[in-house]
């Protein structure tokens, strides 16, 4: 049977942030990564890292106010879904806009909007150890997100 899911273990944000900076390599326009885990658990800062790989400056912050944030400057546009707000509310956010569009779409809390979620996309999974201590889930549900799980992989164990 293949195996669908690898999980990595880092210690402190930094560490979260190489991974996002990891994945970045291996975008591509279209693709779809959903970020699951509790409030704290290092969503946010692991996309900050893939913005980095990606050569964007801005600094990216939560866009829990906005529900979505769009970054131009990098080698791919990345859009930044926060989900937690909306609450099952099924409000037109321009998902699919930016899903069709030319860029990454990376989505906090996915369970509140999940009908809006396409079939193919990476999941990731936080899961607090202790105060600095994170595990990474990685799995995929497609053939594009195969692509991306198994770049990262590959890039993490060269
Ligand atoms: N290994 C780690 N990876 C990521 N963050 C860590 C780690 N260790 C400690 N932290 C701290 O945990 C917090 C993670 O915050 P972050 O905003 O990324 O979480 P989040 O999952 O996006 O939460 P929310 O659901 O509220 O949006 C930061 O304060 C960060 O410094
Ligand atoms: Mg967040």
Redesign the pocket.
Same mark, same amino acid.
């Given at each position: 049977m293949e195996i669908k899911e690898f999980c990595i273990v880092?210690?402190?944000?930094e560490?979260?942030q190489k991974i996002g900076e990891m994945l970045a390599h291996g975008l591509k326009p279209g693709d779809v990564i959903t +970020?699951e885990?509790? +409030?704290?658990?290092?969503?946010?800062?692991?996309v900050?890292g893939v913005a980095k790989g990606l050569g964007i400056k801005e600094n990216v912050l939560?866009p829990?106010f906005n529900i979505m944030k769009c970054y131009f400057e990098g080698k791919l546009t990345l859009y930044h879904i926060?989900a937690?707000r909306l609450e099952d509310q099924m409000i037109d956010i321009g998902l699919d806009e930016a899903i069709e569009g030319d860029g990454a779409t990376f989505i906090?809390?996915p369970k509140f909007i999940a009908p809006l979620i396409p079939q193919d996309h990476l999941s990731i999974s936080?899961h607090i150890e202790s105060?600095?201590?994170?595990t990474l889930s990685f799995s995929y549900a497609g053939k594009k997100s195969y692509e991306l799980w198994k770049k990262l992989k590959e890039k993490y164990y060269a």
């Open positions: 880092v210690h402190g944000k560490e979260t +970020l885990g509790d +409030l704290g658990a290092g969503k946010t800062t692991f900050s939560s829990t926060d937690y906090e809390w936080f105060p600095d201590k994170r």
